[in-house]
């Protein structure tokens, strides 16, 4: 079982840029999806972005195209995403996933981290 941390969280104004990152330990994840899902207060949990074990984007969602992009190092055993232009709406709680879900009806995932606090001020 991978076990996947989250790191970057933080304050950053609206507008603004912010870099949340993961490191996996346990196994490699070089093979593995991995995503990022994120649930704001009072909100439904929502799939932000997926990448392939190659490297290929597979998803993203379309609220945050074009801002946001997921990354990852297999050599670290790292995934990234670099969000830009945030909005006071996506406030949120950040999750790293492994071998997420893309077309469920509910927010699935075979490994999740503990997540990482985005917050956004006007």
Known sequence: ?????????GLVQAGGSLRVSCVASGRTI???????????PGKARELVAVVRGGGATTYTAQSVKGRF???RDNAKNTVSIQMNSLGREEAAVYYCTA???VSG?????DC????TQVTVSS
């Open 69 to 71: 992009t997921i990354s």
């Open 112 to 115: 999740w981290g503990r997540g």
């Open 105 to 109: 009806s509910l927010p699935e995932a």
């Open 1 to 9: 079982q991978v076990h996947l941390v989250e790191s970057g969280g």
């Open 99 to 101: 071998e997420p879900v």
């Open 30 to 40: 070089s093979r593995s999806s991995m995503g990022w899902f994120r649930q704001a």
